[in-house]
């Protein structure tokens, strides 16, 4: 459920109708529902209630420190993956005890700032980095909360590139090594175990590959225990899917009912890492219709409608050919066409969508990709020498940009002649 409907014949968010947003902060721009973005992280975290749990939001998938600091403010943690985000997390205010820090390639630096911000645990994905973490952490004179990054070769049945849980993918260390590792890292003097992660990929829409990654982690767990080592945290990764057109992901209180029920026997904090759930369907990307043209000499003629959001600002339809939702944002009702809805950028893989039914459509009418919270801004470049494009945040009836939109100047700030 989320707040983008149409109201009077016009798609609104919340009480903002969007073309008042746009008149007045020009197109292209991601627009979020905060009324939603806080209803999905209630659902999420609220549907684990029954045990400890913290839920640490994945910051890469939607990194704005205004949504950040939302989440904070509702109890959410965060789940990192370099310095930068370290960084964004810490200025939202999420607190640093809450603060999960994953990804293969840590730097010494990243790895020392997350130290000294004292964050809960580093999720270790390979022997070296182990190494490394206890080198900083006794150099630093502190001793550095970890958990490995079990890789349990679980399916998770969705696009190539967001399966990170199979033996071929480039995460974690595989269940036969962690023992020897953790065996290591035991006798090392600056570093704490206290957990044991995993993350098997991402749209995940079904619960059984969850089921079985978890599975994989306990008995891992209980032979851990037998070496004496004791688990406070079981950290079982972000992933699950959400509805971009026709999937059926489970809800957030079925995909917890299912691992609450495999977690009866453990005394453990579960520790969740979600991101696409919560902001996935509270933001869309709201972009202006420049021109509609037909390409005749073909078998048959090719509509296309060219809008001024391109893959730089959105690139899941392009990198993962995904499906994004497109809608008029004022309500149509004609016979619908079969259009390609592209970018300006010089790319033939600059799209949005391809062959779309699309009800007809003029220039200077404004279009809503919808869906586009999650892997939205956060991925979005500046490729053709375009500046990113403003975030706004509607809450209620009124409406508030949290990220200007960049101008030409920001471009090329950082260079030089
Ligand atoms: C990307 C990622 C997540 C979030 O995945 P979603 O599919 O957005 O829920 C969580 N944990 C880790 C380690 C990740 O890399």
Redesign the pocket.
Same mark, same amino acid.
């Given at each position: 459920m989320n707040h983008f409907k149409y109201k009077n014949g016009e798609l609104s968010c919340e009480d903002v109708p969007v073309s008042r947003i746009a008149a007045e902060v020009g197109t292209p721009f991601y627009l979020y529902s905060s009324a939603t973005l806080n209803r999905h992280f209630q659902a999420f975290d609220g549907a684990f209630d029954d045990i400890a749990h913290i839920t640490c939001f +994945?910051v890469? %998938?939607c990194s704005n420190v205004a949504i950040l600091n939302g989440f904070g403010k509702m109890g959410g943690g965060a789940?990192i993956?370099s310095g930068g985000e370290l960084f964004r997390a810490l200025h939202s205010k999420i607190d640093p005890k809450k603060i999960i820090y %994953?990804g293969v390639g840590k730097s010494e630096l990243e790895i020392e700032e997350a130290l000294r911000a004292e964050i809960l645990m580093f999720n270790v994905e390979s022997p070296q980095e182990l190494d490394r973490i206890q080198n900083v952490a006794e150099r630093l004179g502190v001793r550095a909360p970890v958990a490995f990054r079990i890789n349990p070769d679980v399916d998770p049945q969705t696009h190539a590139y967001i399966s990170?849980g199979l033996a071929k993918n480039k995460f974690g260390v595989p269940v036969k090594e962690a023992l020897v590792e953790y065996l290591r890292a035991q006798d090392m003097a600056n570093i704490d175990i206290i957990g044991v992660s995993c993350?098997i990929g %991402?749209?995940l829409t079904k619960i059984s590959p969850f089921i079985e990654a978890l599975h994989k982690v306990k008995l891992f767990i209980q032979q851990l225990e037998q070496k004496g080592i004791v688990i406070k945290y079981l950290d079982l &990764? &972000? &992933?699950?899917g959400i509805n971009y057109n026709d999937e059926e992901p489970p809800l957030p209180h079925e995909y917890a009912r299912a691992v609450i029920d495999e977690l009866t026997s453990l005394d453990i904090t579960l520790i969740l890492?979600? &991101?696409?759930?919560i902001v996935g369907n509270a933001g869309i990307l709201v972009t202006e219709i420049q021109y509609t043209k037909v390409n005749t000499g073909g078998e048959t003629d090719k509509h296309f409608v060219i809008v001024d959001a391109a893959m730089n600002d959105l690139s899941r339809p392009s990198l993962y050919d995904a499906f994004h939702s497109i809608k008029p944002v004022l309500e149509k009702s004609g016979t619908p066409l079969l259009v390609d809805i592209v970018g300006p950028i010089c790319e033939t893989g600059d799209f949005m969508a391809r062959d779309r039914l699309l009800e007809e459509v003029k220039q200077g009418e404004l279009l809503a990709i919808m869906s586009s919270g +999650?892997y939205g801004f956060s991925m979005s470049s500046n490729y053709n020498s375009r500046p990113r494009v403003a975030e706004v945040l509607v809450e209620g009836s009124g409406f508030r940009v949290i990220r200007e939109r960049e101008n030409y100047e920001d471009l090329i700030r950082h260079e030089n002649i």
């Open positions: +994945a890469k %998938s789940d993956v %994953s990170t993350h %991402s749209q &990764g &972000g &992933g699950l890492e979600p &991101g696409r759930v +999650a």
